[in-house]
T-cell receptor, first 114, second 112 residues
Framework: KAGVTQTPRYLIKTRGQQVTLSCSPISGHRSVSWYQQTPGQGLQFLFEYFSETQRNKGNFPGRFSGRQFSNSRSEMNVSTLELGDSALYLC?????????????FGQGTRLTVV | GENVEQHPSTLSVQEGDSAVIKCTYSDSASNYFPWYKQELGKRPQLIIDIRSNVGEKKDQRIAVTLNKTAKHFSLHITETQPEDSAVYFCAASIGVDYKLSFGAGTTVTVRA
């Protein structure tokens, strides 16, 4: 069974630009969560989607947004990029129904803002 | 919101010795506690998890204990091997929340 796939793996953007990251969950998983990983802040929760609805949101500014499609694939968008947005963005998929089950992470997208 | 603290931030052990990582959480409603291992340049992978209705869980050389009263949980790795060298993250979550609050991570180095 294919794992969680994130594209692209690497991105270099300029301050002020916007970026869209993609995440394809494991087949049958309906929940997709996004995390930002930085050396200083660790893994920080961005948001979680289930059946095309955002169920939970972390403490990030409105420049960070996401969506989920009917096939459970999810995208994350960051607008007006800042240098501090440079990070590894990880998505995780899980079944999403009932109580918490194992979250499987993708390889991540390494975003560098210059 | 939930706050998870993890200690120590770095841990160096001799091969064959045990390693213990401790985490505390703030929200008494948390009931799911996974541990993830992240090797350099790779994705975090679940190594063991425990739910609040269980006090201890073991899987070969890895065990996790949970003290709900004190709101802390620990990861124990016995007979450490070089391949155990990685960053370990604890996390906590509430029921059907599907939001993992992570500790800051522990870099474990196993010396041969």
């Amino acid at each position: 069974k294919a794992g969680v796939t994130q594209t692209p793996r690497y991105l270099i953007k300029t301050r002020g630009q916007q970026v869209t990251l993609s995440c394809s969950p494991i087949s049958g998983h309906r929940s997709v969560s996004w995390y930002q990983q930085t050396p200083g802040q660790g893994l920080q929760f961005l948001f979680e989607y289930f059946s095309e609805t955002q169920r939970n949101k972390g403490n990030f500014p409105g420049r960070f947004s996401g969506r989920q499609f009917s096939n459970s694939r999810s995208e994350m968008n960051v607008s007006t990029l800042e240098l501090g947005d440079s990070a590894l963005y990880l998505c995780a998929s899980s079944l999403g129904a009932g109580t918490n089950t194992e979250a499987f992470f993708g390889q991540g997208t390494r975003l560098t803002v210059v | 919101g939930e706050n998870v603290e993890q200690h120590p931030s770095t841990l160096s052990v001799q091969e064959g010795d045990s390693a213990v990582i401790k985490c505390t959480y703030s929200d008494s409603a948390s009931n799911y506690f996974p541990w993830y291992k992240q090797e350099l340049g790779k994705r975090p992978q679940l190594i063991i998890d425990i739910r609040s209705n269980v006090g201890e869980k073991k899987d070969q050389r890895i065990a996790v204990t949970l003290n709900k009263t004190a709101k802390h949980f620990s990861l124990h790795i016995t007979e450490t091997q070089p391949e155990d060298s990685a960053v370990y993250f604890c996390a906590a979550s509430i029921g059907v929340d599907y939001k993992l609050s992570f500790g800051a991570g522990t870099t474990v180095t196993v010396r041969a």
